[in-house]
């Protein structure tokens, strides 16, 4: 089931937490300790991918900063005798994994920011991670449920869940035949209808395995009003071509991408903390 790569488009320009984000990528704010991004990539990675591509801005030097070698850090928390420290620094990624990095020079949609990436990615199917959808997995991560589904069906597979009506102008929708324990059949996508003209309440979350034919198709889709290329569109022609499955994935969803997502995250992730989560936890109660 094991992908062999995974693509990240971190190239958004986090409006939405500003003023942080003027200078620190959103990908890089962290959830207690660990910034979003390596909770993406220790997800990739779980899922058996080694090739890692972050498409990315001009603004997001400090993602590729993140994942390098720090020398001077490390030699430093050694010399110090900080072993636990110089562990989890040194540990980051496993040593068989290699991070690939390209531009996406302007910000013309997630379809393009994917299509960027396209040298990159060998002629395969690969997985696709947004870090702002951040899935709490226990015992199998999100972006692993779907590589398994494919491996099985050999179908394109997108993650969905349920959101109230009111919220689909916010989230591609689907339109999916009956479901079958987990997936089902997709015979359509759209991009962020009005309540009314929506399909489903089945919303698409940040986790996709696609087929290499997705690129082709994204090289002909035509901008939307915005002028923007959105991946829903690319996906509505794959799925003229080839199987695409919806799938309910297990797990508890996140959407950093907001502040109230990002508030709960911190919260959830904290009392799992390992190190503060029984203070913490004991400290939420007495609030």
């Known amino acids: 089931?094991?992908?062999?790569?995974?693509?990240?488009?971190?190239?958004?320009?986090?409006?939405?937490?500003?003023?942080?984000?003027?200078?620190?990528?959103?990908?890089?704010?962290?959830?207690?300790?660990?910034?979003?991004?390596?909770?993406?990539?220790?997800?990739?990675?779980?899922?058996?991918?080694?090739?890692?591509?972050?498409?990315?801005?001009?603004?997001?030097?400090?993602?590729?900063?993140?994942?390098?070698?720090?020398?001077?850090?490390?030699?430093?928390?050694?010399?110090?005798?900080?072993?636990?420290?110089?562990?989890?620094?040194?540990?980051?990624?496993?040593?068989?994994?290699?991070?690939?990095?390209?531009?996406?020079?302007?910000?013309?949609?997630?379809?393009?920011?994917?299509?960027?990436?396209?040298?990159?990615?060998?002629?395969?199917?690969?997985?696709?991670?947004?870090?702002?959808?951040?899935?709490?997995?226990?015992?199998?991560?999100?972006?692993?449920?779907?590589a398994r589904h494919h491996a099985d069906t050999g179908a394109s597979v997108i993650s969905v869940e349920e959101v109230a009506r009111e919220q689909t102008r916010a989230y591609g929708v689907v339109d999916v035949d009956a479901f079958e324990g987990r997936h089902g059949r997709l015979r359509g996508i759209v991009e962020k209808p009005e309540p009314s003209e929506a399909p489903s309440n089945l919303a698409v979350v940040g986790r996709y395995v696609l087929s290499s034919r997705i690129f082709e198709l994204l090289e002909h889709t035509a901008p939307d009003h915005r002028g923007e290329i959105q991946i829903t569109d690319a996906i509505a022609e794959l799925l003229k071509e080839q199987a695409v499955d919806a799938y309910r994935f297990e797990g508890q969803h996140f959407d950093c991408g907001s502040k109230l997502g990002y508030l709960k995250a911190t919260v959830h992730y904290g009392r799992l903390h390992p190190e503060v989560g029984p203070a913490f936890s004991e400290w939420l109660r007495r609030q």
């Open 1 to 146: 089931m094991a992908l062999n790569t995974v693509v990240f488009p971190v190239a958004g320009l986090g409006t939405r937490f500003l003023p942080a984000t003027k200078v620190i990528p959103k990908e890089m704010l962290p959830i207690v300790d660990r910034p979003l991004i390596q909770y993406a990539v220790e997800e990739a990675v779980a899922a058996g991918a080694r090739r890692l591509v972050f498409v990315t801005g001009r603004t997001k030097g400090a993602i590729g900063d993140y994942f390098d070698k720090a020398y001077e850090l490390e030699t430093e928390l050694a010399r110090r005798g900080k072993d636990d420290l110089l562990a989890q620094v040194e540990e980051l990624l496993p040593s068989n994994v290699e991070c690939l990095y390209v531009r996406q020079p302007e910000a013309l949609g997630l379809g393009h920011a994917i299509l960027c990436a396209r040298s990159l990615v060998p002629d395969e199917s690969f997985g696709i991670i947004l870090p702002d959808d951040l899935i709490d997995h226990p015992p199998e991560p999100a972006l692993a449920q779907l």
